[in-house]
C-alpha cells in the first residue's frame, strides 16, 4: 500500500525543500519525525505537516494500524509559481523580487521491497516510445571511406596582419589615425 500527501503552494523554494526531504527520504515514519523535529530548517516544519498528513491518508484511506512498518518513499519538491515584487532603490531604480513557492509531496509505504519507484504527475509524463531497432546497414553516403581520406583538404588563407609593426592599421593615437 502507498499514501501520498501534497502540499501545494508552499511558501519556501524548492532548494530549500529538497535538503530537509533528502534528509528523511527512505527512513522509517518514526525516524523521519525524529529528525525533522531537530532540523533547524523553516522547510523542516512544512515537510513534518505533509509527513503527518501522509500517516494520516495511510490510517484513514488503508486503514493501516502498524505506522512502524511506514517508510518514506517518495518525497520531491517541485517548484510553484514565483510572487514578483518590486522593491525601489536609490535614483528611481527598482529591484525585482521574487518570492518563491513550491509543490512537496510525500509518499508512504508499508512495502518491504520498495524498487518500484512512485507514478510521476500526469503533467510529467513522457510518452513511451517503441524499441528502435537498429538498421541492417547504413545507407552510402556520396563518397566512401577512401575516397574521402584522398580528398585533398581546403588551403586555408593566411590570417591578416592587425599590428602597426606589421603594417597594419592598428587602434589607438599615432601616424594615421583621425
Do not use: C
Not at 500500500?1 to 511558501?11: E, I, K, L, N, S
Not at 522593491?87 to 509518499?107: C, E, N
Amino acid at each position: 500500500m502507498r499514501t501520498v500527501a501534497t502540499a501545494r503552494f508552499v511558501r519556501v523554494s524548492a532548494r530549500k525543500a529538497r535538503l530537509v526531504l533528502d534528509q528523511i527520504r527512505g527512513r522509517s515514519v518514526g525516524e523521519a519525525l525524529a529528525t525533522l523535529q531537530y532540523t533547524p530548517r523553516s522547510a523542516a516544519r512544512l515537510v513534518e505537516k505533509v509527513l503527518r498528513s501522509a500517516v494520516a491518508n495511510a490510517e484513514h484511506n488503508h486503514q493501516v494500524r502498524d505506522l512502524d512498518a511506514l517508510r518514506v518513499h517518495h518525497a520531491t519538491a517541485d517548484g510553484g509559481p514565483s510572487l514578483k515584487r518590486v522593491q525601489p532603490r536609490a535614483m528611481g531604480r527598482a529591484f525585482f523580487i521574487k518570492h518563491r513557492t513550491s509543490h512537496l509531496t510525500v509518499g508512504v509505504s508499508d512495502e518491504v521491497n520498495l524498487t518500484q519507484p512512485l507514478a510521476p504527475p500526469r503533467h510529467m509524463r513522457r510518452p513511451l516510445h517503441r524499441d528502435v531497432t537498429p538498421r541492417e546497414s547504413a545507407p552510402a553516403s556520396a563518397a566512401s571511406a577512401p575516397e574521402r581520406a584522398e580528398a585533398k583538404p581546403r588551403a586555408r588563407k593566411a590570417p591578416a596582419a592587425r599590428s602597426r609593426a606589421a603594417g597594419g592599421k592598428g587602434k589607438g593615437k599615432g601616424k594615421g589615425s583621425k
